[in-house]
């Protein structure tokens, strides 16, 4: 009986220390609990969140102490980083360096390049920094640069190989041709197949069967626009376009171009091989006009039947849709293969007008939201 009420009054004690961590040190004198030494560096990590939190509401003064004799936090940006990432698991740590950054805006890790430089290194990391770009100072930009460089290369080394081998095919150096030109003698492999047909009397090889090597298909390139919405929404679509831009570009017989819209229309073809420099350089938010960016791009359309347009938008149409509507159904007519993608990511949940795709799909634009394989799969199909 004494073991179960001992280990019962223990449970009570973890449970109150959770209530008073997740409550904060406001709640001392009703939660008298005392905290161990390790508690006591979780609450004050916590409490430097709640202090801005307490600056938003109103309900602390910036630059003062709290009322009650507690003191204000230990922490600056940079150490709260590091003994954060050290407290809480990995997972836990990453939500409250986002709450961090996009709840609080926190100038010092906006304006701090070492605060930038511990900064986990993730996906949403990479999303809210483009947000805040606006915001950044000029002194943290090589650290967010490098930032952005680790997501993206790993984004990188896990679509580049299976993007890559759905776009160009698996390469089959054996393939044999039946026409039999002298351009196209392998000679090598002839001798290899032919040895056990070596005459002993002769001291020479019989060639019963010559082999001839396949030539390699002269194809006619295809020129890929790829428009991308700078909508908030469009972030997570936004870096992975820039990820298989600078992937597209680098296949044969392929000439890319990329824009980037709002009510303007910014060319960033130059950039297509630097997916860094294209996320450092994409302006989120602002309205959206994707008949100006469609008009854009059919004006540097050379050759239609051999044109794709990608549009990576939500579809929220921010002007009168007469125009998009036309300009759609034009470049239909003229046989532009055309998709809408209201999502390139992996998690592949659009959130976008279903009235406008409708009527785009209507006049002969694809819509879908897809995957970078699936986007990958989709491109080498229509370019067989």
Not at 169 to 180: A, D, I, Q, V
Not at 357 to 372: F, K, V, Y
Request: net charge positive; glycine share 4%; with cysteine.
């Amino acid at each position: 009986m004494i073991n179960n009420k001992q280990t019962k009054n223990s449970n009570t004690d973890q449970q109150v220390k959770r209530w008073r961590l997740i409550l904060g040190q406001y709640a001392d004198d009703n939660l008298n609990n005392k905290l161990d030494s390790y508690e006591q560096q979780i609450d004050q990590a916590l409490d430097y969140l709640y202090q801005h939190e307490y600056l938003a509401r109103g309900l602390l003064t910036e630059g003062k102490n709290r009322s009650g004799g507690k003191d204000g936090s230990v922490y600056n940006a940079v150490n709260w980083l590091r003994q954060s990432r050290k407290l809480f698991p990995k997972s836990t740590f990453e939500r409250m360096q986002n709450q961090a950054l996009e709840r609080y805006n926190l100038q010092g890790i906006l304006n701090d390049p070492n605060a930038v430089k511990e900064l986990q290194p993730n996906f949403n990391s990479v999303r809210l920094l483009m947000r805040l770009r606006g915001e950044l100072s000029n002194s943290v930009q090589d650290e967010v640069k490098a930032l952005i460089k680790k997501v993206v290369d790993e984004i990188l080394q896990k679509i580049q190989p299976s993007f890559v081998k759905t776009m160009t095919g698996k390469k089959n150096r054996f393939r044999r041709s039946l026409l039999k030109n002298s351009q196209n003698f392998d000679w090598r492999t002839t001798i290899k197949a032919n040895l056990k047909h070596f005459d002993h009397d002769q001291q020479r090889i019989v060639i019963e069967k010559a082999i001839f090597n396949s030539r390699a298909k002269r194809q006619l390139p295809w020129d890929i626009i790829l428009c991308v919405d700078q909508s908030g929404s469009m972030d997570s679509s936004i870096i992975y376009s820039a990820v298989c831009a600078s992937i597209i570009t680098q296949l044969p017989t392929v000439k890319l171009h990329l824009f980037v819209f709002d009510t303007q229309v910014v060319d960033l073809s130059h950039l297509v091989s630097d997916p860094v420099e294209i996320l450092m350089t994409v302006q989120l938010g602002g309205g959206t006009n994707i008949g100006y960016a469609l008009n854009y791009a059919e004006q540097r359309i050379t050759n239609p039947t051999r044109t794709i347009i990608v549009v990576v938008s939500d579809f929220y149409e921010g002007v009168n849709l007469t125009n998009l509507y036309n300009t759609v159904a034009r470049l239909n007519a003229n046989r532009v293969k055309m998709l809408g993608l209201a999502a390139l990511d992996y998690s592949a949940t659009p959130v976008y007008d279903l009235q406008t795709s409708q009527e785009l799909a209507n006049r002969g634009m694809q819509i879908a939201a897809l995957t970078p394989e699936h986007f990958a799969n989709w491109l080498a199909e229509v370019m067989q």
